[in-house]
């Protein structure tokens, strides 16, 4: 049903495009257009131009707060600007801001009644390059849980841009429009204008360095959800009434959620973090990654997949933003170059980010002394990361990032892999055969277990040492992978059963028994995972599609109670599986 | 009990929800609540490198001091924490006596959280929030994350901010418009 979910989502947004599409015929059908001279009977016509922008807000030095002070106005690149008749609040033209901000509508009747608009959108002109909406999904005195529904997030208010209505008159005329913070001095006293344009424009800014390395790169469509009510909720979210988890990418909805409310964290300048959650829509949907997200302390040892796509959101903000300094303001601050906390490895954030940052800039440090520049990275998460046949990793991603370069590219991702303790040179491989770095966790190498799907059975133990009560179910030992050989093109019968003893606590209802989950990925077409989540008691089993002997699989064991919030506080920490793959007859 | 554990399935099932408005209403979210796939949840932004859970000892209640238990876990080794406690809003809440603005406590492990208490007097009604930012030295410099603490007291509701004016454009389509300068 969760497909049928995403489904209803991209119909709907075929269907706004499609409504876009018959608006623009509708305009050029009514005259509109952006070209030069009179109107077909002759009628005087004046030029009207300008240029739209935003106010931005950068950090005070130490990230502490907003240095209003300091503030600069930015141009607002690739947004729809509308010349709309005051009258009747129809569209007379439309265009897409230019990367100054300007715009100009010529061929405007003089005389005429009319005011400019600017949507929080990025359309590409109407080709398919990129689609991405910023709206409003807070509504005053609504619920996600009302009867009847509240609108559907995708038809939630769009943030426009209006200025107020003026008279054509005779001659050419140029109107500025700016987005405002709304900051009074002390507080914010007005309408927070720039918020909105400020996000719009950091994606632009994202999708526009990913298009310097590839000038076709295109970019599904994105909605991204802010609020001047949007708070961090602990628990009982509510998306309707602003109640989100914090600043947030839901992947299976393409849909980026951020913080907003001025009492709790507001994040609509921090450009880090909005180009850092921009970069899980990235993996998301021009690459590949396996992470189940949630909380992530820096400095955490975490589950391989999570390590590598956190590291690389912040990695690819830095990059794009051609900035270090990752700030959000008010909440943690830290120079991606030296930043230092917990254990170094693949399985650490900061060494992930760090390693993929010094990879990229041309600053020298350290044994960071050269750059491969984007172009390479890019092709690997694009490319062969995207269809690893191991786990999307950092093992993956490095194993084929060398492959690709040069001797001296070679050298430095050695070095760096070197310095972050990560297994490199000849023995470095996308399965991680040779790594040795466990972080001192049980239950964590080899990282993808060998077996072979002939009904043998392979015991594996999971732990949630590092992760305790929290339940994120993301530190490293939580989920534990496979490499599977496949014998033969058939479909398998699957098999996890625990092995771990979980004995009932006292409290009848308490979820004291093991929960596994077992996911089987298809690297050489990832959109094709075959998984078994059912909340049966101490075992998994499922039949597969077709797999095929001239594929490796792999797969993700996991036990739910890890992460489930609200497992039994004496659930064990270690939790050992019985896991098979038999033929079919 | 307030707890900052990041609960992830209920923001999935508000999602499906919420997309689910202008009548679709088919989407099934029975599995959310056990075993959902991985590609279901969701990525977060990052938290600082000392987390700070905490637990609201009591009722708040106006003009009644109210003690805030804090568990502190650093992944930044034995550097010890500074902790500075602050309120935005001095009309709304204000700190006893005897509480410090800032203290400094021993490093601390995931198995054992350094424990702080920290006492406030709500002054409104209202959901209130107690700023506690924890600051470590680094090699890096100095590595500083904050906790925003929302304290709900009474039953007065979240104080909900107006931006702009909700409308319908010619098409139909909602949007919220926000005024422009001009010149």
Redesign the interface.
């Known amino acids: 049903m969760r497909a049928s979910t995403s489904t209803y989502f991209v119909n709907l947004r075929h269907g706004c495009m499609a409504l876009s599409a018959l608006c623009m015929l509708a305009m050029a059908a009514c005259g509109g257009s952006n070209g030069g001279g009179n109107q077909g009977g002759g009628q005087p016509t004046v030029t009207v131009s300008g240029t739209v922008s935003y106010e931005f807000v950068p950090p005070n030095g130490s990230c502490t707060a907003l240095n209003f002070g300091a503030t600069v106005t930015r141009p607002i690149r690739g947004a729809t600007v509308q010349l709309i008749n005051s009258s009747t609040s129809v569209p007379i033209s439309s265009m897409a801001s230019g990367a100054n901000g300007s715009y100009s509508f010529s061929n405007v009747p003089q005389n005429a009644g009319v005011r400019l608009r600017v949507r929080a959108e990025l359309k590409d002109g109407g080709a398919a390059g990129w689609d991405v909406d910023v709206r409003d999904n807070f509504i005053a005195g609504a619920s996600d849980l009302d009867n009847p529904a509240p609108p559907a997030l995708t038809s939630r208010a769009l943030y426009v841009l209006d200025g107020s209505s003026f008279n054509t008159g005779t001659s050419d005329l140029t109107r500025d429009l700016t987005a405002a913070t709304g900051w009074g001095g002390s507080s914010y006293t007005g309408s927070r204008s720039a918020a909105p344009f400020a996000i719009l424009d950091t994606i632009y800014t994202g999708m526009q360095f990913v298009r310097v390395a590839d000038p076709n790169a295109s970019f599904p469509a994105l909605d991204v959800f802010w609020s001047v009510n949007n708070t961090a909720a602990s628990a009982n979210f509510d998306i309707t009434a602003g109640e989100i988890s914090t600043s947030s990418y839901y992947p299976d909805f393409d849909m980026m959620f951020l913080l907003g409310d001025v009492m709790d964290d507001t994040d609509e300048f921090d450009d880090n973090v909005v180009v850092h959650e921009w970069g899980h829509y990235f993996e998301d949907n021009l690459s590949r990654s396996e992470s189940g997200g949630g909380a992530h302390t820096l400095g955490e040892s975490l589950d391989a997949t999570v390590a590598f796509s956190e590291g690389w959101g912040t990695a690819i903000a830095a990059m794009a933003l051609n900035e270090p300094i990752y700030c959000d303001v008010g909440v943690v601050g830290f120079d991606i170059e030296t930043v230092s906390a917990g254990v170094k490895g693949w399985y650490n954030e900061l060494s992930v980010m760090t390693l993929l940052y010094d990879l990229w800039d041309t600053n020298n440090d350290g044994t960071d002394n050269g750059s491969i520049g984007f172009g390479p990275i890019y092709n690997v998460m694009t490319g062969p990361q995207a269809v690893t046949e191991s786990i999307a990793t950092l093992f993956s991603f490095a194993a084929e990032l060398r492959s690709s370069l040069n001797a001296q590219g070679v050298a430095l991702l050695d070095s760096q892999l070197d310095r972050e303790n990560v297994v490199s040179g000849a023995a470095l491989d996308i399965w991680a055969t040779n790594e040795s770095n466990d972080a001192g966790v049980a239950d964590v190498l080899p990282l993808h277990t060998p077996m072979v799907a002939d009904g043998s059975v392979v015991n594996i133990c999971v732990n949630s040492s590092l992760d305790g009560l929290n339940r994120h179910g993301n530190n490293i030992g939580e989920d534990r992978f496979l490499r599977i050989t496949v014998p033969a093109d058939d479909e398998y019968d699957v098999s996890v059963v625990t092995t771990t003893p979980t004995p009932p606590s006292a409290d009848p209802n308490d979820r004291d028994q093991s929960d596994p989950d077992i996911y089987i990925i298809r690297g050489a077409n990832p959109g094709q995972i075959n998984e078994g989540v059912s909340a049966v008691a101490n075992s998994e089993s499922y039949r597969t599609p077709l797999m095929f002997a001239n594929e490796t699989y792999a797969a993700i064991v996991e036990e739910w109670r890890f992460e489930d919030p609200v497992a039994s506080v004496s659930y064990p920490q270690t939790i050992c599986f019985d896991v098979s793959l038999t033929p079919t007859p | 009990m307030?707890?900052?554990?990041?609960?992830?399935?209920?923001?999935?099932a508000?999602?499906?929800?919420?997309?689910?408005?202008?009548?679709?209403?088919?989407?099934?979210t029975?599995?959310v609540g056990?075993?959902?796939?991985?590609?279901?949840?969701?990525?977060?932004?990052?938290?600082?490198?000392v987390?700070i859970d905490y637990t609201i000892i009591g009722t708040p209640i106006v003009g009644q001091p109210v003690a805030i238990d804090l568990q502190i876990?650093s992944?930044?080794?034995p550097q010890p924490i500074t902790l500075s406690y602050r309120v935005?809003?001095s009309t709304a809440m204000q700190f006893t006596e005897a509480q410090p603005a800032r203290v400094s406590i021993a490093a601390s492990n995931?198995e054992a959280p350094s424990q702080q208490q920290v006492r406030v007097i709500p002054l409104r009604e209202g959901?209130l929030?107690l700023?506690v930012?924890a600051s470590v030295a680094?090699?890096?410099?100095?590595?500083?994350?904050?906790t925003?603490i929302?304290i709900q007291v009474g039953s007065a509701p979240?104080?909900?901010?107006?931006?702009?004016e909700?409308m319908r454009?010619?098409?139909g389509?909602?949007?919220?418009?926000?005024?422009?300068?001009?010149?």
Do not use: Y
């Open positions: 307030a707890s900052m554990t990041r609960v992830i399935f209920p923001a999935l508000a999602i499906a929800i919420a997309l689910a408005g202008c009548g679709n209403g088919s989407i099934d029975a599995d056990s075993s959902p796939a991985a590609k279901d949840k969701h990525t977060v932004k990052p938290q600082g490198p987390t876990k992944t930044l080794g935005n809003d995931d959901r929030f700023n930012a680094t090699e890096g410099g100095l590595l500083s994350s904050v925003a929302p979240r104080e909900i901010q107006d931006n702009g909700v454009d010619e098409n389509e909602l949007i919220r418009s926000l005024p422009a300068s001009e010149n």
